[in-house]
């Protein structure tokens, strides 16, 4: 905590293109709306590299052509650094994590406590599969904790989505 006792954040505005994404089931959209207001009540995001602003940051994600794009910006609106990600190597954890998703969606309304359970383990297992992998080859350029990754894995999920 920062000496006002208030949480890190280095974003302080995040912004998703809407036509990268389509709206889907309630369930989905909760979890988008969680991973957004988790993400800028406490995040640890800085870029790396010369000549970028230290945080606070404004961010917009979208999709392009198969590639996840990180819009850096200062809180004026100054472009920082535009860091862009390969959806490819996403895809299987991605496609995996959605199958265990809809399992445990379902098992909700009608399985055991036990079962539900059990899913939720595979789940979070994928969805921290994928948070490493998004934060590994975010490296390079942004430093940032693991929390932080796990709701950017969230939203690239999301964002996947599109259709």
Request: glycine letters at 6%; aromatic letters at 8%; proline letters at 4%.
């Amino acid at each position: 905590m920062g000496e006002s006792g208030q949480r890190p954040r280095s974003i302080v505005r995040i912004e998703l293109d809407e036509r990268s994404f389509l709206r889907r089931r309630p369930e989905v959209e909760h979890e988008r709306e969680v991973a957004l207001f988790d993400l800028l009540e406490e995040n640890t995001f800085t870029l790396k590299g010369e000549g970028t602003c230290p945080a606070p940051y404004h961010l917009h994600l979208s999709l392009r052509e198969d590639r996840l794009v990180f819009d850096v910006r200062d809180t004026g609106g100054a472009p920082q650094k535009e860091v862009v990600l390969a959806i490819r190597p996403f895809r299987a954890v991605i496609k995996d994590y959605f199958l265990v998703c809809e399992s445990y969606f379902d098992a909700i309304k009608t399985s055991s406590p036990s079962q539900i359970e059990a899913i939720d383990m595979g789940r979070r297992a994928l969805h921290n599969e994928g948070a490493l992998m998004l934060e590994e080859r975010l490296r390079e350029h942004v430093t940032l904790d693991y929390d932080t990754s796990r709701r950017f894995f969230t939203l690239l999920c999301i964002l996947h989505m599109r259709g």
